[in-house]
């Protein structure tokens, strides 16, 4: 007997792209599962487009939106025993795509899945050799690849046993990936499920992710930032975009790359020393991921 499904969406101000993702949904050949969408107070035509298809909506508003207590409410809510994440940016690009995602688990190989994401066709060169690393065609993920939230799927009890961290904004997906291969869960990365997804970021954008992505490693880690080991890293990354810009001939591209990886790596390295401070102090309280989102609301 085929197990119960539930897809849990989250979105603020998708318009320009959640018709999309919600139609790549239902043309899967799958159509027995439930939808719940949440969504964190939209201003434009979200729940306009979401309402034209059958869902379940949970409306919570902006500042209540914290990434890992609203993924643990919509799975306590779900009634599926298979939960499957999909970004309401996050375009399923084959009609099977669904099914080559949940079949590992099904198969009982996995208690986990995650996609493979291909950027958009507007993606940044930088961007599509970032993806093109993390989501290779064929084998496995590279290992800091733990899990990926955008399309993804996991059982109910590999929930139960660890759910969502509420830390830190952000990072949440990779903090369970990290648990779970630590405490014996199986999670796959499953190529053959394709979706597209990707973000041409602003430098402030970027800033602001790579902020959150430090201050949340910090508390995943728990290792330590030095300014020496930013420098390796703007070094290497710079390095490795220069190539790839130079094979594809993008000028613009190459001109802006050293400016882009400093702010990449400067950010996280930011964020993280937030995240020590917060973890020495013993400070619980609204982080600073959380507060730059909110103020951007």
Do not use: C
């Not at 099904?106 to 208690?111: H, K, L, S, V």
């Amino acid at each position: 007997m085929s197990r119960k499904v539930t897809v849990i969406m989250r979105s603020k101000d998708s318009a320009w792209v959640i018709g999309q993702a919600l139609s790549g949904l239902f043309s899967q050949v799958r159509r027995d599962f439930e939808l719940l969408v949440v969504d964190s107070g939209s201003r434009d035509a979200t729940l306009d487009i979401v309402s034209r298809f059958p869902a379940r909506l949970i409306r919570i508003e902006a500042k209540a939106y914290f990434p890992g207590a609203v993924l643990n409410r919509a799975i306590r809510e779900a009634t599926g025993d298979l939960v499957v994440f999909q970004n309401s940016d996050v375009v399923p690009l084959t009609p099977d795509a669904l099914d080559r995602l949940l079949a590992p688990i099904e198969r009982g190989e996995a208690d986990a899945t995650f996609a493979r994401q291909l950027p958009r066709p507007e993606a940044h060169t930088w961007v599509r050799r970032d993806y093109a690393v993390a989501f290779p065609e064929r084998g496995e993920a590279p290992p800091w690849m733990t899990y990926s939230l955008p399309f993804a799927a996991m059982t109910r009890e590999a929930w139960l046993k660890h759910p969502f961290y509420e830390d830190a904004w952000g990072s949440e997906d990779t903090e369970w990936g990290h648990w779970a291969r630590n405490n014996g869960l199986r999670v796959r990365y499953a190529p053959d499920a394709l979706v597209m997804h990707s973000h041409n970021y602003t430098l402030k954008q970027l800033y602001g992710r790579r902020f959150i992505e430090g201050e949340a490693d910090a508390f995943i880690l728990g290792d330590g930032a030095s300014v020496l080991g930013l420098a390796r890293k703007v070094g290497a990354s710079w390095a490795r975009d220069a190539v790839v810009h130079l094979q594809t001939r993008d000028a613009a591209g190459l001109l802006l790359s050293l400016p882009r990886r400093l702010v990449y790596h400067w950010a996280w390295l930011k964020g993280h020393q937030w995240g020590e401070k917060r973890l020495r102090s013993g400070n619980t309280d609204l982080s600073i991921g959380q507060q730059v989102v909110l103020r951007r609301q």
